[in-house]
Nanobody, 121 residues
Framework: QVQLVESGGGLVQPGGSLRLSCAASGRTVSRYAMGWFRQAPGKEREFVAGISGSGANTWYADSVKGRSTISRDNAKITLTLQMNSLKPEDTAVYFC??????????????WGQGTQVTVSS
């Protein structure tokens, strides 16, 4: 079974940066597609960034493209999201996700519990 645990959330000022991490465990999760989603209060969960199992391909939502970088370390089975130039609208609970096929199409099969990111002065 796959387990995902996020960390790195917190309070940051507008224009600041943070790095989210996701520690993953599971027999084959190192080959799964992985990604980040977020959910703001009163809104539906939305896709933020994804990465293929090998790490060769990445995908970004338009709202974070150019200021975010997703990466993975398959030796440690760790997923990261570096976010720069943070905006108040980035405030949300951020979730790590994994799927055998894709985190871009459909809904991933595995999810973490989420970590809160608050962007405020």
């Amino acid at each position: 079974q796959v387990q995902l645990v996020e960390s790195g959330g917190g309070l940051v000022q507008p224009g600041g940066s943070l790095r989210l991490s996701c520690a993953a465990s599971g027999r084959t999760v190192s080959r799964y597609a992985m990604g980040w989603f977020r959910q703001a209060p009163g809104k539906e969960r939305e896709f933020v960034a994804g990465i293929s199992g090998s790490g060769a391909n990445t995908w970004y939502a338009d709202s974070v493209k150019g200021r975010s970088t997703i990466s993975r370390d398959n030796a440690k089975i760790t997923l990261t999201l570096q976010m720069n130039s943070l905006k108040p609208e980035d405030t949300a609970v951020y979730f790590c996700a994994a799927d055998r096929v894709s985190v871009v199409r459909g809904t991933p099969d595995y999810w973490g519990q989420g970590t809160q990111v608050t962007v405020s002065s």
